[in-house]
């Protein structure tokens, strides 16, 4: 592993304002839905075919290698077709095109559930039946880190949410506080740790007031952590919280970790027997017109989202249109791929001439680096393709933060070549992984 010793300590203009008191946008129903058939890379299996009639709730997928994660659908119409899409992680895959009705006739995809009095294992069941999945970026089966829970000293619920400009689990919080109280306490059963915290960044004023409103006489804790970047990534979180470092995952310091959307999800299908149908999005950045938080159906297009926000800027020929927010997200060609239910955010920024220059060798990336990375190097051996060089230099570690771009004088998006040398790392260990399967 690498040293994990770097800096973390950023303060950024969160830009934050610009979404943050304003309403929610609930009106965007989409004529037609595009529901991703994968997860992470695994493929989910339809349970409807073309020409199906399907209800808000009905389920109509599922991944089922050796994880396994239900797909619910999001409006209530017909299914007309399965076609090829681009998702925000810009690989193509197949997507449940569904016709939207607007009668937004639902179904009860199952029982509300009284967690309090379920046995560990039925809670454990709940989750992974009801589709829970990791609404911070990761979408990984939420049920899955809490098969074998053991020696764990704290569970915490992310609500830091460090990345510039993303207001979306603030406003998520702020609607639905009590099922985030559900969601928590349900969680924190099922990691059977010795203590539980909802972290929260300390310039959060009002929010950590209602959090320790809601949380008072429970187990759960609120802690407030810097404003600082990038305070929301589990390591980063974890050593703040604990001191503790670790290699692969928080378990081997002692933490779960769920985002707090996940557990307001989980509150709402605990509740309500709702699953996973819709998303909080913030649509932001200075190419919008009306920068806002969205609630919108799983599967709506990109584009469609820009739209009811006013669209792009008046004058602006050329946009960015980031998939996430500006550090850690994706930059998208077009608006034409889907919201997933891990995707919380749309930053459009303008496409400015950012007249790169040749690297100074000043060592800003390597100083600022939080996995202590050297990005410098990396750039230099990823050039060559030197992939023995690479994989000393941990570049695996990297978590794609942003940060060597934003602090690089020479105006290098150092993050995408590093990127880059990562793909051409897993490219040469699958054919490697392939050869030997011959
Ligand atoms: S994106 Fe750059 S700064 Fe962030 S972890 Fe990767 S190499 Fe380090
Ligand atoms: S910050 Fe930019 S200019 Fe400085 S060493 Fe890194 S890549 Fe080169």
Known sequence: ??????????????????????????????????????????PCKPCVQVGDEVKVGTKIAERNDHFYLPVFSPVSGTVTAIEKFMTSGLTPADHLRIQNDHKHTAVRS??????????????????????????????????????????VELFIVN??????????DYKNIEENIELLKTGTLALFKLSKAKAGCVAIKEDKLEQIEDLKKTFAGTPIEIRTVPDMYPMGWERTLVYQLTKKR???????AGCILNNASTAIALGNAIENGRPITHKYLTVSGEAVKNPQNVYVPVGTRAGEIIEACGGYKDGLEDVLLIAGGPMMGRTIPNDKFVIAPQNNGLTVMPNEDKDEVKCLRCGRCTETCPSGLQPV???MSAAIFDEEELNKLYVM??????????????????????RRAKN???????SRAKEAKK
């Open 377 to 379: 190097r990396i750039q």
């Open 246 to 252: 670790y290699d692969k995952l928080p378990i081997e």
């Open 159 to 168: 609500a830091v949410e460090c990345e510039p400009y993303l207001t979306a």
């Open 397 to 418: 570690d990297c978590i794609e933060c942003g940060m060597c771009t934003y602090v690089c004088p020479s105006k290098i998006d150092v993050t995408e070549n590093v």
């Open 1 to 42: 592993m690498s040293l994990l010793t770097g800096p973390m300590k950023h303060h950024l203009d969160g830009h934050k304002d610009l979404t943050k008191h304003k309403e929610v946008l609930k009106t965007i129903d989409p004529d037609t839905v595009w529901i991703p058939l994968v997860n992470g890379n695994a």
């Open 110 to 151: 199952f029982e509300p559930f009284d967690y309090e009095k379920a046995s560990w294992e039925e809670l454990l069941d709940f989750v992974k039946n009801a589709g829970m999945l990791g609404l911070g970026g990761a979408g990984f089966p939420t049920y899955v880190k809490y098969l074998k829970p053991e020696n």
């Open 424 to 430: 051409f790392i897993r490219t040469r260990m699958a």
